[in-house]
């Protein structure tokens, strides 16, 4: 069964103090593997995709990495506005041939100003 | 261009009662999936519709149903409503069925409390 770990569950930074988020996975045959934010009440807002490992994507103060086992979500000089849950996800296909999404439990970041 | 749409945002229902929710992809966005968040089991998936066939479904009873439209708007049913239904349902678009890799967006969500 595909699974999916996030960590840390909760992480509370310093405004512009850096940090890394880990995603971990056991997926046979990744399709892609998502990197989403979630504001409290809202769905989750797409912020990018991996494909292969070593492929890195960066939008401001975010940069996601790949590699065969895990993703990394890189957080520069992070500002209260960045404050978020961040969800990975996987799509893989499953035992049936099936393609799905299947999600972390997402990491809560604190940015205190 | 617009998001994706779900309404109702919010619904209180009753245990035993059925509730529809709608979802309105993006323009041009064939497949729609549903999902279901709650705090302790986080985002699950439901099921997956493409050009009107249902292609995925997950581990959910029969309870949880789903259809889409020629025009691609989906709808998601769920009968004889129990507590533990209570949950965000999540309605998501892609332009490509779930085996292509193509990005999913997400909707605001429908809140369902089940009372």
């Known amino acids: 069964e595909d699974q999916v770990t996030q960590s840390p569950e909760a992480l509370r930074l310093q405004e512009g103090e850096s940090s890394s988020l880990n995603c971990s996975y056991t997926v046979s045959g990744l399709r892609g593997l998502f990197w989403y934010r979630q504001d409290p009440g809202k769905g989750p807002e797409f912020l990018f995709t991996l494909y292969s490992a070593g492929e890195e994507k960066e939008k401001e103060r975010l940069k996601a990495t790949l590699t065969k086992k895990e993703s990394f979500l890189h957080i520069t000089a992070p500002k209260p506005e960045d404050s978020a849950t961040y969800l990975c996800?996987?799509?893989?296909?499953?035992?049936?041939?099936?393609?799905?999404?299947?999600f972390g439990t997402g990491t809560r970041l604190t940015i205190i100003p | 261009k617009a998001g994706v749409t779900q309404t109702p945002r919010y619904l209180i229902k009753t245990r035993g009662q059925q509730v529809t929710l709608s979802c309105s992809p993006i323009s041009g966005h064939r497949s729609v999936s549903w999902y279901q968040q709650t705090p302790g089991q986080g985002l699950q998936f439901l099921f997956e519709y493409f050009s009107e066939t249902q292609r995925n479904k997950g581990n959910f009873p029969g309870r949880f149903s789903g259809r889409q439209f020629s025009n691609s708007r989906s709808e998601m049913n769920v009968s004889t409503l129990e507590l533990g239904d209570s949950a965000l349902y999540l309605c998501?678009?892609?332009?490509?069925?779930?085996?292509?890799?193509?990005?999913?967006?997400f909707g605001e969500g429908s809140w369902l409390t089940v009372v």
């Open positions: 998501a678009s892609s332009s490509g069925p779930g085996n292509s890799g193509n990005t999913i967006y």
């Open positions: 996800a996987v799509q893989a296909p499953d035992n049936f041939g099936n393609e799905k999404l299947t």
